[in-house]
Structure formats: C-alpha cells, structure tokens
C-alpha cells in the first residue's frame, strides 16, 4: 500500500520554465491537497480538491493550476517558475467526514528555482 | 493569513522530560489536530481532538482543547530522542473540504 505518492523528489528550474509535480494516492480518498512550505512559515494551502472534477483555491494559488480528472491523481502546474516558487511541496489526501479528516501526506518535492 | 500560532518556536529538552506546546488559533472549528514532520519528511498525523472534546490521550500523547480560548496543547510526555521533530496544529473548520490550516509549527530537540 503506497499511500501518497509524489514525483519528482527534487527538481531545478529555470525561471520562467514550467513543470508538473504529480500526486497520486491509493486510498480511495475524497479529499486531496497541495501545500508549499517555507522555512518559519509552516505550510500554507495551494490548492485543494473535494472529488474528481472538482477544485478550489488555497491560501496561496497564484502562479499554479491544478485539476482532478480521477479520484487518484491531483497533479500541481507551476506555468511560468519565478524564484518566489523555490519551496518544498506536499501532497495530502483525507477521507470526507464523517470518516475522518486526518490527512496523509507524501513526502515532499523539493523545488528549486534559479 | 495563517490560522494557528504555535508557541514554543523551539523547545529543547532532556530525554525524560515532558515537552509542552501551545497552539493558538482565529476562527471556528469542527476539530484541531496535531502533525509530526521529521526533517526532511512529510507529516504524520498524531492525534485529532474534535470541538466538542475537551482532552484526549493516546500513547505519550495528551492534547487539550479549550474552545473559548480557540487554544490546544500538546503534552508528550517521558519524552526520547526519537520524539525530536517539529510539531505542527492543524486546524479544520469542517465544511471546507478537508481544507486543514497549519501553525508555523514547534521545533523540538530532545537531547539524550
């Protein structure tokens, strides 16, 4: 049972290059979730997605899209890399209440823009 | 902006000693829960303490809830070295879509 799944683990850009981080989960979960996090900052929510089709804004989202075409996969664009991206990424995913939401997370993608 | 505010930034402590930490947070929630990121992983789910909850243990773990105060805390108790990490409160105001909100987080060193 892989749980969340993320690729790559580390990746460079250029900036203004573009690239998808994937994110894959195979726990049938309804929920799944992108942050960035910064040193001191915490993670801060990109973007999330409550089912397949659906999407919505985090704290953050300016500068990536996401989109949700299977309960599995959550993948997160960047479309034009800026150094302000440089950060680690996590991917989470959680059940819908009222099974629960304790989320799981993958372990990270640690992105480098120069 | 964020939604908890986590207070020791950073803790260091003897092997055996209790760790506290405080979280401290803005709005309304259905539940509050507490994360552990070892460095350079991602986060592990330790323990959720619903609104209607006022403590709950599991382990080495105690975390309170105090809704009036919009505060938690997490107690580890007989700490180890192992336990060394930075521990983050996640708050879920439930009808978001599993949108969890994180404090800034509390870095423990438990020194042998």
């Known amino acids: 049972n892989a749980g969340v799944t993320q690729t790559p683990k580390f990746q460079v850009l250029k900036t203004g290059q573009s690239m998808t981080l994937q994110c894959a989960q195979d726990?049938?979960?309804?929920?799944m979730s992108w942050y960035r996090q910064d040193p001191g900052m915490g993670l801060r929510l990109i973007h999330y997605?409550?089912?397949?089709?659906?999407?919505d804004q985090g704290e953050v989202p300016n500068g990536y899209n996401v989109s949700r075409s299977t309960t599995e996969d959550f993948p997160l664009r960047l479309l034009s890399a800026a150094p302000s991206q440089t950060s680690v990424y996590f991917c989470?995913?959680?059940?819908?209440?009222?099974?629960?939401?304790?989320?799981?997370f993958g372990q990270g993608t640690r992105l480098t823009v120069v | 902006s964020q939604q908890g505010e986590e207070d020791p930034q950073a803790l260091s402590i003897q092997e055996g000693e209790n760790a506290t930490m405080n979280c401290s947070y803005k709005?309304?929630?259905?539940?509050l829960q507490w994360y552990r990121q070892n460095s350079g992983r991602g986060l592990v789910h330790l323990i959720l303490?619903?609104?209607?909850?006022r403590e709950k243990h599991s382990g080495r773990l105690r975390v309170t809830l105090d809704t009036s105060k919009k505060s938690s805390s997490l107690l580890i108790t007989a700490s180890r070295a192992a336990d060394t990490a930075s521990y983050f409160c996640?708050?879920?105001?439930?009808?978001?879509?599993?949108?969890?909100?994180f404090g800034q987080g509390t870095e423990l060193s438990v020194k042998p």
């Open positions: 989470a995913s959680s059940y819908s209440p009222p099974k629960g939401t304790e989320a799981f």
């Open positions: 726990m049938n979960h309804e929920y």
């Open positions: 997605s409550v089912g397949a089709g659906i999407t």
């Open positions: 709005t309304s929630i259905n539940n």
């Open positions: 303490i619903r609104s209607n909850e």
């Open positions: 996640a708050t879920d105001a439930g009808n978001q879509g599993g949108k969890l909100i």
